[in-house]
């Protein structure tokens, strides 16, 4: 079975490794260590509550249409020719700590990734659906440089799930939430504009990732403080704290 925690270098079974274990990693090497390695983890933030209650909704509406085998209006409005796919595990491939999973045997990781939902069209070719929400004046785009490891995350969805025998289109859509702020008043609701970007992800990043994650892993050397990492400047922060007050 695999394990999850410190890694362990001497331990024969399969380290798991979810999308953002390997997100984080991608994103800063050295904090990823500390977590990984050492059992420093970051500081985290609040749970996006506002977000899951989108989730949910949304997934309840693709589900009510993936039961009846029919098409959801946001598919018809945009000319996408599928319907959510009838799987018997999908509610497992949803599921945090579960997901989507494949034994990477190169390097022993047991790589997982919760779906937020998938299409099939008419040729049995997957699609990859990733749910979002804000709140904001402007069109919503994918073109915010922090808006990549969105786009990671779907690549690594279509990965996981290629590994796992389907075919899978290279073109993936994110349905956005935008909560609007042009009502005159709130009276305890909140409307959103839904809108569905397509992305055209590729998952040949992946392989390398992994191996570099495996090589790091084993590394008895911490990597250097990642520029623009907030973690890190928070460590370098409290460390010439700590210098100037000894």
């Known amino acids: ?13 399969s380290y798991k490794m979810s999308r953002s274990g390997i997100e984080g990693f991608v994103r800063c090497p050295r904090c990823f260590y ?27 509406e693709f589900d009510a249409h993936r039961a009846k085998g029919s098409k959801h209006p946001l598919l018809k409005k945009y000319g996408i020719d599928a319907v959510p796919f009838p799987h018997e595990k999908m509610n497992e ?14 390097t022993n990781l047991y790589v997982t990734g919760a779906v937020d939902d998938v299409w099939v069209k008419p040729n049995g070719e997957l699609i990859v659906a ?74 040949k990043w992946i392989e390398k990732a992994l191996m570099d994650i495996k090589k790091l892993l084993h590394s008895d050397k911490l990597p250097k403080y990642t520029a623009d990492c907030e973690d890190c400047e928070y460590q370098k922060d409290i460390l010439a704290l700590a210098k100037a007050n000894s």
């Open 1 to 13: 079975m695999p394990y999850r925690g410190k890694y362990d270098k001497d331990s024969l079974d």
């Open 34 to 60: 500390l977590d990984r390695k050492l059992n420093i983890g970051p500081s985290g933030c609040a749970p996006y509550t506002l977000n899951n209650a989108v989730d949910y909704l949304l997934k309840q």
């Open 93 to 106: 491939w949803r599921e945090n700590f579960k997901g989507v999973q494949f034994h990477h045997k190169k």
């Open 130 to 203: 990733d749910y979002k929400a804000t709140s904001k004046n402007d069109e919503v785009t994918l073109d915010a440089d922090w808006q990549m490891s969105y786009k990671r995350q779907m690549e690594v969805y279509q990965w996981l799930l290629r590994m796992n025998g389907f075919k899978v289109s290279n073109t993936g859509y994110f349905v956005y939430c935008n909560g609007k702020k042009d009502r005159k008043a709130f009276d305890g609701r909140l409307d959103f504009e839904i809108t569905v970007l397509p992305y055209k992800g590729s998952d």
